[in-house]
């Protein structure tokens, strides 16, 4: 007889759950049965009561996504709904990406939510409540891990797997390596970001994604063709907007979605970076590797959808006539410049209007840099891609109450949207400069990257993000930024640091930042009003102590100095009492944003509502 068990105190048995959940026959069970007589067991960890839970949603506030729809025409907005549809089927395919676990514990979720909802709260009390924010929090990980907590789980006690779901879950490196060496044909497929590794009959097998994911691609890739259809036909073409046209964005949706079975992504890199300027810009597919800590092989599916604003792109492009000049003004000496970089890579200004998959797990994405085949970069470079309505969310809901505790109030008027957008655009451009390849003396070559090793993204980092200040005075110099950007963009760059330090100081950005707070605090360009705890921005020392360290990590890169690099993050790495303290006055403030997408709303009537299967939690009011 089963039994449901969710009543009065909520005899939750989660962890234990969980545990069962990896096994395939006591997971089966679970699912079997009529709806009613699920057995429906569920047990918050004792570690981690509501209270703990409420104060991690605290972190992210929802923010509504706008953006301007007056500019679509109905064609757009009927393929716009076949694209946030094709959208949550890459939810669901990074689901599965990230846990093997998660499609048990999505529909454990769900049973137990439908049940509570059908109780009244005389006999659950706050359980209901308790569970919608579980659901939250998990929908905003994307499995029962927080992410802002070094992936310490909030459901339950298992340890996330490091390799997420792209290996076995109890397979080790060394396996993986040795496998490696006794099969050396197998090194494409093995290391390829493509596969997913499975255990066939115990031993070790690449799996391509075209047949790990085959079910949701080809749903995807029917969506992707379908939108392409809409934005083509001649009837339809009419309809837009002067001077825009589809073609090229209908030749990338329909070779991705070709790729989708295929498993060879590399045409449709190529047909992503040829999309000519138009209002719709689509991203989708399987991209960054971080989500793989075990190896940093496999890549995630994600997707951007988004509306650019061809004016700020063309704006822009204009950069890119400098770039030869910016990299002749670096302040290291001639033989270390690279003057051999394309300059062809654009950059396009974009409103977010729905994303899924991988980047809208945890912290949301402000930038990118796309597509990773080192052969499509060679060939077409890569294409920049700024998402200015979500750095906006950012600024107003998070660096402004920061910028309020922790500046000196006689320079607030310099923080300024603009300012703060135009710092993570330098720091993109500046990813681009400065040493890549090594000539060593005895005539060999070697890479920036593969001399810094492990000690690379936290140099590489705090270049870009002090290279960047340095740029913007040059800029300004040269007449592209208006007079007043680089002091806006120092003062503004205060408030920055504390921002991405609480990311965590182990993460590349969050150690970069620490490193350049230190260093220019050492410089006395920045410094500290014992009586009012806040800081303040020497303007005039500013200059001097940003080309100082721009020389030091330069320097570091064009040598490939690992040992000067170790020293330096030694050296400048670290918190200090006088940061904690500051930290510390910041924690009601949100860590970052949830977005809430009004995309959705061209989807057809009958998926308007449906989440992941589970109601939106503020439809709730219990
Ligand atoms: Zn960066």
């Known amino acids: 007889m089963k039994r449901l068990l969710?009543?009065?105190?909520?005899?939750?048995?989660?962890?234990?759950?969980?545990?069962?959940?990896?096994?395939?026959?006591?997971?089966?069970?679970?699912?079997?049965?009529?709806?009613?007589?699920?057995?429906?067991?569920?047990?918050?960890?004792?570690?981690?009561?509501?209270?703990?839970?409420?104060?991690?949603?605290?972190?992210?506030?929802?923010?509504?996504?706008?953006?301007d729809a007056a500019v679509l025409s109905d064609p757009e907005k009927e393929a716009l709904g076949k694209l946030v549809q094709a959208g949550r089927v890459v939810d669901d395919i990074f689901f599965r990406q990230v846990w093997s676990g998660n499609a048990a514990l999505e529909k454990q979720l769900n049973d137990v939510h439908a049940y509570s909802h059908e109780r009244p709260s005389s006999e659950i009390g706050e359980n209901h409540t308790l569970i919608l924010d579980m659901i939250r929090y998990y929908n905003i990980?994307?499995?029962?891990?927080?992410?802002?907590?070094?992936?310490?789980?909030?459901?339950?006690?298992?340890?996330?797997?490091?390799?997420?779901?792209?290996?076995?879950?109890?397979?080790?490196?060394?396996?993986?390596?040795?496998?490696?060496?006794?099969?050396?044909?197998?090194?494409?497929?093995?290391?390829?970001?493509?596969?997913?590794?499975?255990?066939?009959?115990?031993a070790l097998t690449a799996v391509p994604y075209s047949e790990e994911y085959k079910d949701l691609l080809a749903k995807a890739a029917g969506l992707l063709r379908e939108a392409a259809d809409i934005l083509t036909k001649p009837e339809n073409t009419a309809k837009v907007a002067k001077g825009v046209d589809y073609t090229t964005l209908a030749a990338y949706l329909r070779s991705r979605a070709d790729?989708?079975?295929?498993?060879?992504?590399?045409?449709?890199?190529?047909?992503?970076?040829?999309?000519?300027?138009?209002?719709?810009?689509v991203t989708i597919g399987p991209y960054e590797v971080y989500e793989d800590a075990l190896f940093g092989y496999k890549a995630s599916f994600e997707t951007f959808l988004a509306i650019r604003y061809p004016a700020d792109s063309k704006k822009l492009?204009?950069?890119?006539?400098?770039?030869?000049?910016?990299?002749?003004?670096?302040?290291?000496?001639?033989?270390?410049?690279?003057?051999?970089?394309?300059?062809?890579?654009?950059?396009s200004v974009v409103d977010l209007?729905?994303?899924?998959?991988?980047?809208?797990?945890?912290?949301?994405?402000?930038?990118?840099?796309?597509?990773?085949?080192?052969?499509?970069?060679?060939?077409?470079?890569t294409k920049k891609v700024m998402l200015k309505n979500v750095s906006k969310a950012k600024f107003d809901m998070i660096l402004l109450p920061i910028t309020e505790q922790v500046l000196d109030p006689s320079q607030m008027d310099q923080v300024v949207f603009d300012a703060y957008f135009n710092n993570t655009l330098m720091h993109e451009l500046s990813h681009g400069l400065g040493p890549g390849t090594i000539h060593r003396k005895d005539g060999t070559e070697t890479t920036v990257n593969r001399e810094l090793k492990d000690l690379y993204p936290a140099i590489e980092e705090a270049k870009a993000d002090i290279l960047g200040l340095y740029c913007t005075k040059m800029l300004q110099k040269e007449g592209f930024f208006e007079k007043g950007m680089d002091t806006k963009g120092y003062v503004c760059f205060l408030p920055g640091f504390f921002r991405a330090i609480r990311f965590g100081a182990s993460s590349a950005h969050g150690n970069a930042n620490m490193m350049e707070f230190n260093f220019l605090r050492e410089q006395g360009a920045?410094?500290?009003?014992?009586?009012?705890?806040?800081?303040?921005?020497?303007?005039?020392?500013?200059?001097?102590?940003?080309?100082?360290?721009?020389?030091?990590?330069?320097?570091?890169?064009?040598?490939?100095?690992?040992?000067a690099a170790s020293?330096?993050?030694?050296?400048?790495?670290?918190?200090?009492?006088?940061?904690?303290?500051?930290?510390?006055?910041?924690?009601?403030?949100?860590?970052?944003?949830?977005?809430?997408?009004?995309?959705?709303?061209?989807?057809?009537?009958?998926?308007?509502?449906?989440?992941?299967?589970?109601?939106?939690?503020?439809?709730?009011?219990?």
């Open 259 to 281: 790729a989708f079975s295929s498993n060879s992504y590399r045409q449709s890199d190529m047909d992503w970076m040829d999309v000519k300027d138009n209002t719709i810009d």
């Open 317 to 347: 492009e204009g950069i890119k006539r400098y770039i030869p000049k910016l990299e002749a003004s670096l302040p290291i000496p001639a033989e270390y410049k690279n003057t051999s970089r394309g300059t062809e890579s654009p950059v």
């Open 141 to 202: 990980n994307f499995g029962p891990w927080d992410r802002l907590a070094v992936d310490s789980p909030f459901m339950g006690s298992l340890p996330k797997p490091q390799g997420a779901n792209f290996y076995p879950e109890d397979m080790t490196k060394q396996e993986f390596d040795s496998f490696l060496a006794q099969h050396p044909d197998k090194d494409e497929e093995f290391r390829g970001y493509f596969t997913a590794i499975r255990r066939k009959d115990g």
């Open 526 to 563: 920045i410094s500290l009003d014992q009586e009012s705890g806040k800081f303040r921005v020497h303007l005039g020392k500013m200059p001097a102590a940003v080309e100082a360290m721009a020389k030091e990590l330069l320097m570091i890169q064009a040598l490939g100095d690992y040992d």
């Open 353 to 381: 209007v729905y994303s899924a998959g991988d980047t809208k797990a945890g912290v949301q994405t402000i930038a990118f840099n796309l597509p990773n085949d080192e052969a499509v970069r060679d060939a077409k470079g």
């Open 6 to 67: 969710l009543v009065g105190l909520l005899v939750f048995a989660l962890p234990l759950w969980i545990s069962c959940a990896k096994k395939d026959d006591s997971g089966k069970t679970k699912q079997q049965g009529a709806q009613k007589e699920t057995e429906v067991t569920m047990t918050i960890p004792e570690h981690i009561p509501h209270y703990d839970l409420k104060i991690k949603l605290r972190q992210y506030t929802k923010v509504d996504m706008g953006y």
């Open 567 to 622: 020293a330096f993050i030694e050296k400048y790495g670290q918190s200090s009492p006088e940061l904690d303290t500051l930290l510390a006055k910041l924690k009601d403030i949100p860590v970052d944003i949830e977005p809430v997408f009004k995309a959705e709303e061209y989807l057809d009537k009958s998926l308007q509502r449906h989440v992941h299967n589970v109601p939106q939690p503020q439809e709730h009011q219990h």
